[in-house]
Each structure stands twice: as structure tokens, then as C-alpha cells.
């Protein structure tokens, strides 16, 4: 008989996280469950982990696999489940014990397509909850969702933008559990990174929502994201990362043609908001080029008309002072003012990075080295806590 829920799990040499997120998943207080560990070609004692777990629970079934990136594995985990809802979890994560006992009365009370839990930050000296300023159960049928999120997970709009850290807030899978048969009727895969650079969560979402009649986001904080840093945090410069993002945009552009002009314009606004990220890659200590060479590139990336274009037509007027001076300097394509307010945003959050010990940028779990962990939230790295629960949607 096929289980409840089934939760992938895509593993790349995670042995030290493994047995705090297996212990918080086969502990849950909803039992009929089914873990889908993929081991993503794991070259530490990830493996063998897994299968001591696997003797003592029937229920971890253990996929065995070449390396194949986080996109690749996560695939390969859905073609195995059963279940007749769908999650996924990382491996250095965990997550509350009752967490699938919730989502799972909550969908199952009204039939709901999707369903989305709230989640806490662990820095491993201290935990911080990500603030939604939402009631603790919001549910959304039809149209709203498809405005809601679908609009939403494919860029900000109006006062949105002045909150850039929640970017991809409701994007991300580990949060959700999604109707089997919606991802099924969807046709949901994950895009490899190699091809978008990053995102590749929300591109799935999208997919998903886009085909979704109903959802409902539990404010409640079940899900337990690790970012406890013990690896290096400086950022891997990615050269072709503003290529990349381009095929990541050509992407939501298809979901965005033949709806309302608002859908168009979110999602120039998700372009000239990328630009921040982009140039924090340029800046990065790892790109080999000198000053004057970081700073020919962030001219040539302003240059490209669809980053161009985008800003041109961004809603500046809708940033917070912490952000209309830098977009405005980009607008105008000011190479040196840009780059220079760049490194001070990268010196800024750097500094804030090593206080919180956070671990935005280590290697990841189920990811290759080249692999960003999660969609990064740079601008929320530069605010106050005062300021980040004010800006939060």
C-alpha cells in the first residue's frame, strides 16, 4: 500500500548532518511515510549513514547513484515516490516533529493542491524565524494563486520591491508539500544548474503553481534551515552566471507570456534586482581580474540590454533608501559609483556573515561544489532586524 507522503532527500557528502535530519524525519508523529534518499555520488561515509539507518527503518529507501548535481538527483528521487503527497528536505536540515502531521491535516482537510510551512533560521549559536507578516493559515483557490504566487515567484511588484531580501521567499520546495498528481499533471522537473545558475526551486514552483488550484501557507515555523557555517564564506566567482541567468529568465518569460502586463513587469523587476547579485559576483575575491578588469565587466554587464532595459524601466520609487542609491547608479550605467558601492555591500555583509557564523555560501548539502545552496538573500545579509521584520511580505 503506497504511503501518505513520500520526501526526497538529495544527499553529496553529508555524513555529519545526516543523522540529525534522518532522526527528525523518522521521528515524526505522522508515521506512514517514505524517505527517498538519493545518494548523489557521496565520496565521505554519507552512504554508510544511510544504510545503517535503512536496517533499522524500512522505510529510508536508499537510491544509489552517480553524481549528478542536486537538480539530477532531486529528479531522480520523484521517480520513485509513491506517496500521495510529495516533500523534500536537505540533508543538513531537520525539521519539527509534527511538521508532516500538520501540513498533512491541513491539505487533506480541504483538498488542497499545495501546502507551505514557515521556517527557522539556525546559526547554531541562535535561531531567528522568518518573519511573514500573514495569519497562521492563509488559503488561496483559483486565481488567487496564480496571483499570488505564480505572479509572485516570478518577481515583485509595486511595494514588493522594496523588500529585495524576499525575493524568493516562497520559493523554495523544502518548505511544501505538493498533491503527486499535481507534479505528475504539471510535468515539474528540476532545471540543472549548470544551465540557470541558480533559482532552480522556483522555476519548479512556478510550474507547480501555475497548475495548482489551491494552496495553503501554515505560518508556522517547522522547517529547520541550517546555516551554521564551517567552510570558507567567501563566494565562487561564476563567469557565466549572467548567461545563465538569461536562460533562467527565458524560462519564466514562458510562464509570463499570455498573461496580464503585470506578470511582464514582475519580471523585470526579478531582472534589475538581479543585478545586485550578479554584480556581488563580479566583486568577488575569487574572480581573478583586477580592479579595473572587475570593473570593465560590471560595465559590459550593464551594457547587455536585458539588464538595460530592465532598469530602465524598474520601480526605484518603490526601494528603501538602503537601495535606491544603488539601482539608481546602475540605472545610469555608472560603472565605478556601482562597483564601488558593491564592494561596500559585500564588505558589510561579509562582516555580518562571519558575526551570525551563517552558512549561506558553504558548500552545500546534495550539491555539488559549484552548486549554490539556496537562492541568495544578499540584501537581507545588510539589514537591521528592525528593518528586515518592517520589510517582510
Not at 521567499?169 to 503527486?180: D, E, I, P, Q
Not at 560590471?298 to 535606491?324: H, M, P
Not at 547608479?329 to 556601482?338: G, M, N, T, Y
Request: net charge neutral.
Amino acid at each position: 500500500m503506497s504511503p501518505a507522503i513520500s520526501i526526497v532527500v538529495p544527499i553529496f557528502n553529508m555524513e555529519a548532518y545526516l543523522p540529525r535530519c534522518l532522526d527528525s524525519l523518522l521521528h515524526q508523529t505522522f508515521r506512514d511515510i517514505e524517505i527517498i534518499a538519493v545518494n548523489d555520488g557521496s565520496t565521505d561515509g554519507s552512504l554508510k549513514v544511510l544504510e545503517s539507518y535503512s536496517e533499522r527503518d524500512s522505510r529510508l529507501k536508499i537510491i544509489d547513484s552517480d553524481n549528478q548535481g542536486v537538480s539530477g538527483a532531486r529528479n531522480l528521487g520523484l521517480s520513485y515516490c509513491t506517496g500521495q503527497y510529495i516533500g523534500f528536505v536537505d540533508p543538513d536540515d531537520w525539521v519539527s516533529s509534527t511538521m508532516y502531521e500538520q501540513m498533512l491535516d491541513a491539505a487533506l482537510d480541504q483538498d488542497i493542491d499545495i501546502v507551505m510551512c514557515a521556517y527557522t533560521r539556525e546559526f547554531g549559536t541562535h535561531t531567528k524565524p522568518k518573519h511573514y507578516s500573514l495569519p497562521d493559515k492563509s488559503i488561496y483557490h483559483g486565481e488567487e494563486v496564480q496571483w499570488q504566487l505564480t505572479r509572485r515567484l516570478i518577481g515583485p511588484l509595486g511595494v514588493e520591491v522594496a523588500s529585495p531580501e524576499q525575493l524568493d521567499a516562497w520559493g523554495t520546495v523544502w518548505s511544501k508539500l505538493y498533491k503527486r498528481s499535481l507534479i505528475r499533471k504539471a510535468g515539474c522537473s528540476f532545471i540543472d544548474l549548470k544551465e540557470i545558475g541558480s533559482n532552480e526551486d522556483t522555476l519548479f514552483n512556478i510550474e507547480a503553481f501555475s497548475h495548482a488550484e489551491s494552496f495553503i501557507f501554515l505560518n508556522r515555523p517547522l522547517y529547520h534551515y541550517w546555516r551554521a557555517n564551517t567552510e570558507s564564506i567567501t563566494t565562487c566567482y561564476k563567469p557565466l552566471l549572467d548567461q545563465q541567468f538569461q536562460t533562467l529568465y527565458q524560462c519564466m518569460e514562458l510562464f509570463a507570456k499570455g498573461r496580464s502586463v503585470e506578470y511582464r513587469q514582475a519580471l523585470n523587476n526579478r531582472i534589475a534586482l538581479n543585478v545586485l547579485g550578479l554584480g556581488l559576483n563580479i566583486v568577488s575575491t575569487s574572480n581573478p581580474a583586477s580592479v579595473f578588469g572587475k570593473v570593465s565587466q560590471i560595465k559590459q554587464l550593464l551594457s547587455q540590454r536585458v539588464f538595460g532595459d530592465a532598469l530602465a524601466k524598474f520601480e526605484i520609487r518603490n526601494c528603501t533608501s538602503v537601495w535606491r542609491l544603488f539601482y539608481t547608479a546602475a540605472k545610469w550605467r555608472l560603472a565605478w559609483p556601482v562597483y564601488l558601492l558593491l564592494m561596500v555591500i559585500d564588505m558589510m555583509r561579509t562582516k555580518s556573515i562571519r558575526r551570525n557564523r551563517s552558512g549561506i555560501y558553504s558548500y552545500p548539502a546534495g550539491r555539488d561544489y559549484h552548486e549554490s545552496r539556496r537562492t541568495r538573500d544578499d540584501a537581507n545579509e545588510l539589514l537591521s532586524a528592525n528593518e528586515q521584520k518592517r520589510l517582510s511580505v
